[in-house]
């Protein structure tokens, strides 16, 4: 699979996921946890400025290796027909055979990867071919796959009107970075709190946001009021919170598919 570099956030967009994460994690909500999904493909469907939404994901039944469970959830659809002419097209053998591969191959090589629809479909190809899509009232699309085994994945489009324009890269960053971090998301049966980034205390957190937007040890300890040596300590805790010993690999860490053992040890 080609890889695709990914821009970084800038602090008021990893500002906003954060806000979108903490509210979608906190414990007192009563929502179950198909409405916290729900309620995280809402919100980040406006953080892009999306129309639409599909998830999907298809995981093997422990008691029965060979029987795939399906999940699905959608939202924001102009009507029930629209809805409809989307999952034709979607489940086209046209369609499906051109996005198939890039799901399978990114479970097999268990590598989380988010694409602009130009990315996996070529302008010839569209031209060919892309009035079965235009049929149900969408243009451009942002998919995120993120793999459960080497055979199964939990796979997001985001899709936008007609006459809308493309997504762009900071989109796809916005939408790589906050799946990247929601294993409860993608999985069955798994405690919304438990949400990696939530287990930071507040400072950490502030400290971390920081920290991806490029800003010096001392710009930190200005902006939080704190001395230097804590924002050391912060970055420290940080770090070891998420396996990574620099702050290029904590950059690439959550700005990358890779995992955090591969990554650069560059210097602080």
Do not use: C
């Not at 997504?167 to 993608?186: A, D, G, Y």
Request: hydrophobic share 35%; aromatic share 8%.
């Amino acid at each position: 699979m080609t890889g695709t570099s990914l821009e970084p956030l800038a602090f008021e967009d990893t500002e906003r996921i954060f806000s979108v994460l903490g509210q979608v994690g906190d414990p007192t909500l009563p929502l179950n946890l198909v409405e916290r999904k729900r309620k995280l493909l809402d919100d980040v469907r406006q953080l892009i400025d999306a129309d639409v939404y599909i998830w999907s994901a298809a995981i093997p039944d422990p008691q029965q290796p060979d029987v795939m469970t399906t999940q699905l959830l959608d939202g924001g659809w102009t009507s029930e027909g629209q809805r409809v002419q989307a999952y034709k097209a979607l489940s086209s053998p046209l369609v499906n055979q051109t996005l198939a591969p890039f799901s399978i191959e990114a479970a097999q090589q268990m590598r989380h990867v988010t694409r602009l629809r130009s990315e996996i479909l070529t302008d010839e190809w569209m031209q060919q071919h892309g009035q079965v899509w235009h049929l149900s009232g969408l243009d451009y699309s942002l998919f995120t796959i993120y793999p459960l085994s080497p055979t199964s994945y939990s796979g997001t489009g985001f899709h936008r009107l007609l006459g809308k324009p493309d997504f762009n890269k900071r989109e796809q960053s916005i939408v790589h970075f906050t799946f990247k971090h929601v294993e409860w998301f993608h999985r069955r049966n798994v405690d919304p709190s438990h949400i990696k980034v939530l287990l930071l205390s507040p400072r950490e957190r502030q400290t971390l946001i920081l920290l991806l937007g490029g800003d010096t040890k001392r710009e930190i300890a200005e902006k939080l009021g704190i001395s230097e040596h804590t924002v050391g300590d912060y970055t420290k805790n940080i770090y070891k919170h998420f396996g990574v010993n620099s702050r290029g690999a904590l950059q690439a860490f959550f700005m990358s598919g890779q995992s955090a053992s591969s990554l650069s040890t560059a210097e602080t």
